[in-house]
C-alpha cells in the first residue's frame, strides 16, 4: 500500500502530530508500505528513509503549496491520512481523486479563530458562535470531514463533538492516542543529575500556545515554594511566557529546555515527581499518556478527553481549567504527601498498559487498506 501522511507539524517541532505522525510512518514502512509525507516547516526536516515534502512556514502561499504538494503525492499515494491539516489535505486528495482517513486531534476552525484573536471562548462556545466568519470556518471544516472515509477520534469527547458537525456516527471511531515503547531508563536520580535539575520537580511538555495556559501554570508553581517546572517545547507563547516566569519572580524555578525528541521528553517525564498540564482545552495528549506510561503522575485540568485517561486520586490529581489557586493547591497536596505520590505513580504505568502502540497503529492501517480498496 501507498499511503501518503500529512501533518502540519514535524520533528523538531513540538506537539502531538510531530510525535504521532513519525512513529506511524514508522510502523507503515515496517509493514512493507510506501510512505511519503507532506508537512509544514521553518527549515527543512531532518532526512528519513522516505520523502517528506514540506511548505515553508514563514511563507504568504504556505496554504496554496502545502495543498499543491498534496495534490502532488497523493496522485503517487493509494490513500492519504491526515493527522492535522485537514483542510488541506482533504483538498489535495479530492484533486487527487484518492480516499481520506483523519484523526482528528482537535477543531481547526475554533483554533483558527483563537489565533486570529476573533474569538475569546470555549471550544463548546465557539460551536455556536454568531458571525459569517465563524460559521464559514465550521462550514469548510465539515466539508473536509465528510469527504473523509474515516475520522478517528482519540476522546469520546471529540467524538461527541464531530458527531454534532453531522459526521456519520459510522464513520467515526474512538481511537485513545497509544502509550509509547518506553525505553530502559535509569533511575530518576540518575536523569535529574543529566537533566542539571533536583529537588521537587513537575515537568510539561508540549507546544507553547494559547491552548496550553502555562500562564496558570507559571502562577501556580510561584504559589508553591520550592518547586521548578521544567519545559520542553517550543512555540508562539515562548517569549511572553518567559517575560512572566521573570515578572513572578520564578527565576530558575522556571526552565525552558526547548523543543525535545520523544525519547528525550520520556526521560523528563521520568525524572520529574509529576507531569504538569494547565490547559484550557484538549482533546486526548499525548505527552500525558506519555508521563503515565513512565511512571509519573499526572497533575492537570479537567478538560476535554483528559478524564477518560486521568482518573482523580488514581494517577493523578485533576482541577478546574483557569484556576491558578486550584492547580497549586493540587501541587502542594501531592509533593507533600510522599504516600500520596508513590502511590499515583505506581498506578500510572498500568493505567495506559492497555493503549499498546502497535495495536492503534494496525487499526489505523486496517482502515486505510479498507480506504485504499474501496
Not at 48 to 54: L, N, Q
Amino acid at each position: 500500500m501507498r499511503v501518503l501522511v500529512v501533518s502540519g507539524i514535524w520533528p523538531p517541532d513540538s506537539g502531538g502530530p510531530a510525535s504521532h505522525a513519525p512513529a506511524l510512518a514508522a510502523f507503515l514502512r515496517e509493514r512493507g508500505n510506501d510512505v511519503e509525507v507532506v508537512t509544514t516547516a521553518s527549515a527543512a526536516p531532518e532526512p528519513t528513509g522516505y520523502p517528506v515534502r514540506w511548505a515553508d512556514r514563514s511563507s504568504p502561499l504556505r496554504h496554496a503549496r502545502a495543498t499543491a504538494l498534496v495534490r502532488g503525492a497523493a496522485a503517487r499515494a493509494e490513500v492519504v491520512y491526515a493527522t492535522s491539516m485537514i483542510r488541506r489535505a482533504a483538498l489535495g486528495a479530492a484533486l487527487a481523486r484518492r480516499p481520506l482517513v483523519v484523526k482528528l486531534v482537535s477543531d481547526e476552525a475554533f483554533e483558527r479563530a483563537r489565533r486570529s484573536g476573533r474569538f475569546e471562548g470555549t471550544l463548546d462556545e465557539f460551536q455556536s458562535a454568531g458571525g459569517a466568519r465563524f460559521r464559514a470556518l465550521r462550514a469548510t471544516r465539515d466539508a473536509a470531514l465528510r469527504r473523509a472515509r474515516h475520522v478517528f477520534c482519540p476522546s469520546a469527547y471529540l467524538r461527541r463533538l464531530a458527531l454534532g458537525w453531522g459526521l456519520d456516527p459510522e464513520r467515526v471511531s474512538v481511537l485513545p492516542n497509544p502509550a509509547p515503547e518506553v525505553p530502559q531508563l535509569p533511575p530518576r536520580e540518575e536523569l535529574r543529575a543529566e537533566l542539571g535539575l533536583d529537588g521537587r520537580l513537575l515537568a510539561f511538555a508540549g507546544r507553547l500556545g494559547p491552548q496550553k495556559s502555562l500562564a496558570v501554570a507559571l502562577e501556580a508553581v510561584a504559589a508553591v515554594p520550592g518547586v521548578t517546572l521544567a519545559i520542553a517545547g517550543d512555540g508562539p507563547d515562548r517569549a511572553a511566557l518567559e517575560r512572566h516566569a521573570q515578572e513572578l519572580g520564578l527565576g530558575e524555578r522556571a526552565r525552558f529546555l526547548g523543543g525535545l525528541p520523544r525519547e528525550r521528553v520520556l526521560r523528563l517525564f521520568r525524572a520529574a515527581d509529576a507531569a504538569l498540564l494547565s490547559s484550557s482545552w484538549e482533546n486526548f495528549p499525548h505527552t500525558v499518556v506519555e508521563a503515565l506510561a513512565v511512571g509519573t503522575p499526572v497533575v492537570s485540568t479537567a478538560v476535554g478527553g483528559v478524564p477518560e485517561v486521568v482518573t482523580d486520586g488514581e494517577n493523578g490529581l485533576l482541577v478546574p481549567p483557569g484556576d491558578p489557586a486550584a492547580l497549586a493547591d493540587a501541587l502542594a497536596r501531592l509533593l507533600d504527601d510522599d504516600a500520596l505520590r508513590e502511590r499515583l505513580g505506581r498506578a500510572a504505568a498500568p493505567s495506559v498498559a492497555g493503549l499498546a502502540e502497535e495495536a492503534t497503529f494496525a487499526r489505523i492501517e486496517e482502515e486505510l487498506l479498507r480506504a485504499a480498496a474501496a
